[in-house]
């Protein structure tokens, strides 16, 4: 392993006091993009999304992406299909179970985007689509890690098929409420989900038809403090980026890197971004061209950035 880049994305007070729940996406041009939300502190209605680029190796200017509307905009996540087009999801809401999705898109590297719309118009569910994590897609179709916190805390896969999308429910598990999930597709078309859970583990569930049908939840040997972890697959290996703290509400620290050669079954620490006492939390990991990025809350106050080879 060698890295190749480890700095912030942006100054200190750059943007507003309180900043969480990074997304990045590295685009053909190799601008790399990071959002994420930011206000007085979460929840509050002053929150907005805000988003950097990197061009050329140099972080640009951050700003605000989203109107301030008085309501709390949430958990973006940017999503680039083919390298070139953008898509950016986020949830707005005074409270996490009454969220909506709202979507926009980008067509010239994040410089300029479209009007935010609600991604399915008038949904109450809780949320449709993307929840922290970024889709993949596979067989003709999006598949976004999807979750609802009302009541009990379940996840779900949200499919769309070139027109409308549609719910797929992963089977949750009585000893567990699940949230947040990640996703990968094996070299055998099998697609995996692991998901934050609140019974001190990461859990799993796996789908044989490209995500339609999932099999039950059932933990992994992985702790989860109840913290946002994620993961990408390349080349046969799996990385997976978390606080591996069995305590449920735990510290959100250390902030560790994980590869598995065995499709997930097991895994081995690679390194650690953060060992400190503090917050380093919400993991976002992409890979582009061999070359594998991370983006992650820094203490709330800023989102760290970090660029290596395998």
């Known amino acids: ?22 997304t990045v996406v590295v685009l053909n041009d190799k601008t790399v993009i990071s959002a994420w939300f930011a206000g007085t502190a979460e929840g509050k209605e002053d929150v907005c999304i805000w988003l950097n680029r990197r061009v050329d190796g140099v972080w640009q200017s ?7 509307d ?11 299909p083919d ?19 709202y979507v926009m898109h980008s067509f010239d590297s994040g410089k300029t985007w479209s009007q935010a719309m609600e991604l399915i118009a008038g949904d109450a569910s809780g949320g449709r689509g993307p929840v922290k994590n970024k889709p993949i897609s596979v067989s003709g179709k ?4 999807a979750s609802v916190e009302r009541g009990a805390w379940r ?30 597709c094996d070299e055998n078309g099998i697609v995996h989900a692991m998901l934050r859970s609140n019974n001190g583990f990461i859990y799993r569930s796996d789908s044989a038809d490209f995500g339609e049908s999932w099999s039950p939840c059932h933990p992994i040997n992985m702790p989860n403090n109840n913290s946002g972890i994620d993961c990408v697959y390349t080349d046969g290996r ?22 598995s050669y065995d ?20 993991p976002s990991v992409v890979e582009k061209d061999g070359k594998i990025y991370i983006v992650y809350t820094y203490k709330r106050r800023k989102i760290a950035f970090c660029e290596f080879e395998l």
């Open 1 to 22: 392993m060698k890295l190749l880049k480890q700095e912030f994305v942006f100054e200190t007070n750059a943007t507003v006091a309180e900043c969480h729940a990074a």
């Open 70 to 80: 008085g309501i709390p905009h949430w958990n973006p996540v940017l999503f680039s």
């Open 155 to 184: 996840g779900f896969i949200d499919i769309f098929d070139g027109e409308n999308w549609h719910k797929s429910d992963i089977p949750p598990s009585d000893a567990a409420g699940v949230i947040q999930p990640t996703l990968w």
């Open 263 to 282: 499709n997930g079954q097991s895994f081995e620490r690679l390194f650690d971004l953060e060992t400190t006492e503090g917050e380093f939390s919400y």
């Open 83 to 101: 390298g070139e087009s953008l898509t950016l999801f986020y949830k707005a809401g005074h409270k996490i179970p009454d969220w909506k999705t």
């Open 142 to 145: 999006i598949l976004a890690p």
């Open 238 to 259: 799996l990385l997976l980026v978390c606080n591996p703290v069995s305590k449920n509400w735990g510290a959100r620290s250390p902030l560790t890197v994980f590869i």
């Open 62 to 68: 951050p700003k605000r992406l989203t109107e301030n």
